[in-house]
């Protein structure tokens, strides 16, 4: 990769992607709403200040670019209203994307979210649980938020931009991101509150393994056209084993499989087998670890060569990391 465009930089995910690209000497520019001072303090050596819906903006920071990791959006329905989050995100994803295949880009990764099932931030009573576990790409959707419908017309959006532009493009469901501070703030909400955790089926990962997700989905050789991932942390972010989590707060949701210990029920093959990917950092929750597949990501992928519900402050837009 000579150069990568990152939107959303100053985000949540964003720094941590920036961190990721500066350890393997990536350059990287960075297009941020808001200007923030110093470009080092972004570990980017370019930084645009502009909207990622506005196109000029957005060509301007494709110069010398020849992937997009896409990861500009506000971060949940409940930041905007559902008319501002719809189409604020649907808008960025498209111009970001079309302006990056008129510009001869080829691959390019975007954040989707595990909140594309629609279960996170449903409202309706009975709340609609998924119609089985383990969540996979082809489970039913029960959207009803603005935030979900936002990131499924954004896959979508991928899946044309492949057909319009001969463009890779990879969208990345994600589940709760955070740093260790965040994940054992939220492990400790969810010991307390264990079917708080069961719209998201009680998966977190850790913001430098989200990072190599998005740098692997550029790099990673064979994969084509605009798949849809799940990636996640091998094991959930609660002491209880899942079968009793299940049993207990998704009782009449059908299980493929089963899942033994702490196992997250998310169908994580996809990602192994297309990136490499697994995730290195599980947290430790009290009460058991569940060590996942540490293979340097090499052993499954080789890099190609040439090209490639918890709104913080972040540029704009936010990305919601669940």
Known sequence: MARVLVTGAAGRLGTAVLAELAGRGVPVTALVAEDVGDAGELRADRVVVGDARDPVAVADALDGVDAVIHLAALASPEVAAPEVVFGTNTQATFVVLNEAGRAGVRRAVLASSLSVTGLPFARSTPRPQPAYLPLDTELPLCIEDPYALSKQVDEATAAMMHRRHGMT??????????????????????????????????????????????????????????????????????????????????????????????????????????????????????????????????????????????????????????
């Open 169 to 322: 493009a990879v969208a990345l469901r994600l589940p709760f991101l955070g740093d260790p501070d965040r994940l054992g703030g939220h492990a400790a909400r969810l010991a307390g509150d264990p079917a708080g955790g069961a719209a998201e089926v009680w998966s977190y990962l850790d913001l430098r393994d989200a990072a190599r997700a998005c740098v692997l989905g550029l790099t990673a050789s064979g994969v084509t056209g605009a798949p849809v991932l799940f990636v996640a942390a091998p094991d959930t972010l609660s002491a209880t084993p899942t079968r009793e989590l299940v049993a207990t707060h998704l009782p009449d949701v059908p299980c493929r499989a089963t899942f033994p210990e702490r196992s997250v029920p998310i169908d994580l093959a996809p990602a192994r087998r297309l990136l490499g990917f697994s995730a290195r950092y599980p947290y430790p929750v009290a009460g058991g670890l569940i060590s996942g597949d540490t293979r340097d990501d090499s052993s499954a992928k080789q890099p190609e060569s040439g090209s490639a519900r918890h709104a913080d402050r972040t540029s704009y837009p936010q990305e919601r990391t669940s």
